[in-house]
């Protein structure tokens, strides 16, 4: 186990670099001009030796090698930079926005795992049954379904129409405190939207899995013994059929990446999603090349997280990937 972590690690360390230039390679080619965006109104109208002026002090002047091996070097000693767009230094900005997007995606993840296991397990003992054919077709739709389309109707159906659950945001309005049952009262849409987009995967690979190992010999040889039922479900066959599913963990890391910061746009969550945005628009070089980063780790390390798992719940595959 430790020599697959360090040979990962290994090759994070590249792949994070190229991505890194990439990014700088991409703002730099964007038709969006960081230095008006940095100006605002005040850019309409400023002169071009002052628009020149503030491009140099923005370092957006010199040539794309230089602007980035800068931010690499200062990245590497903890300086991620300041930026443009925030008026802040970058590691405030991710680390003032980044727990509230952990706590939205790690409770959706939790959501659809839980969900689409349970659903699964359920289904997979009557295959073609009217559960199966039921949660199956809604899991199909749920594919297909956008997530900021299902945010925008759970908006409207739980605090529009039936005014059970807030719109969006993390507090009430007009409050100044942030209190646990506020936060957890407005986490309930954005975590279910986020957390149903996400199950359909878990409940396909699950039903799938267990229905299978219901017709392998072992399962069929427990049930020959006499054993009950619940025992050859759980016992026996939910074990074999949840290895597949630890494969889908990290492959869905990025998916629930893209739905978080929809998610988080469409109700108002404050998570690094607005930060990701004005980042991308206003070609905020260092805050764009640290939230990639952050991307492209949690991506790494969830696939990491599903083979060690996988190799955890399977010996017989071990650690020499």
Not at 14 to 39: E, I, M, Q, R
Not at 112 to 130: D, E, F, N, Y
Not at 244 to 253: D, E, F, H, W
Request: some cysteine.
């Amino acid at each position: 186990m430790a020599r697959m972590t360090g040979r990962r690690l290994l090759f994070a360390a590249p792949v994070l670099l190229v991505v890194t230039f990439g990014v700088f390679a991409v703002a730099a080619a964007s038709p969006f001009d960081p230095v008006k965006a940095y100006a605002g109104t005040a850019g309409l109208t400023a002169s071009q030796e002052t628009l020149d002026q503030l491009r140099a002090n923005l370092g957006v002047d010199r040539p794309l090698v230089a602007r980035w091996w800068e931010w690499l070097t200062s990245a590497v000693t903890g300086d991620l930079g300041d930026s443009s767009v925030m008026r802040r230094p970058v590691a405030d900005v991710i680390t003032e926005r980044l727990g509230w997007s952990v706590l939205l995606a790690t409770t959706a993840f939790v959501l659809a795992i839980l969900l689409g296991t349970a659903l699964g397990v359920a289904a997979a003992r009557r295959p073609g049954g009217l559960l199966d054919r039921c949660v199956s077709s809604a899991a199909y739709t749920l594919e297909a379904a956008p997530a900021f389309w299902l945010g925008l109707l759970a908006i409207w159906f739980f605090a529009l129409r039936l005014g059970v659950l807030p719109a969006g945001g993390l507090t009430d309005s007009g409050s100044d405190t942030v209190t646990f049952g506020q936060v957890a009262s407005h986490l309930v849409l954005p975590a279910a939207v986020l957390g149903v987009s996400q199950m359909p995967w878990f409940y396909l690979y699950v039903r799938q899995g267990v229905a299978d190992a219901l017709e392998e010999d072992p399962v069929r040889g427990a049930r020959a013994r006499g054993l009950s039922e619940r025992t050859v479900l759980l016992g026996h066959a939910w074990r074999s059929g949840m290895l597949p599913m630890l494969t889908l963990i990290g492959s869905r890391v990025p998916e629930l990446i893209t739905g978080a910061l929809l998610i988080e746009t469409v109700f108002s969550w404050p998570g690094i999603a607005a930060a990701t945005v004005e980042a991308a628009t206003s070609v905020d070089f260092p805050l764009l090349a640290a939230l990639t980063v952050l991307a492209t780790a949690a991506v790494l390390l969830g696939n990491l997280l599903s083979d060690l798992l996988y190799g955890l719940a399977d010996p017989r595959v071990g650690f020499d990937g």
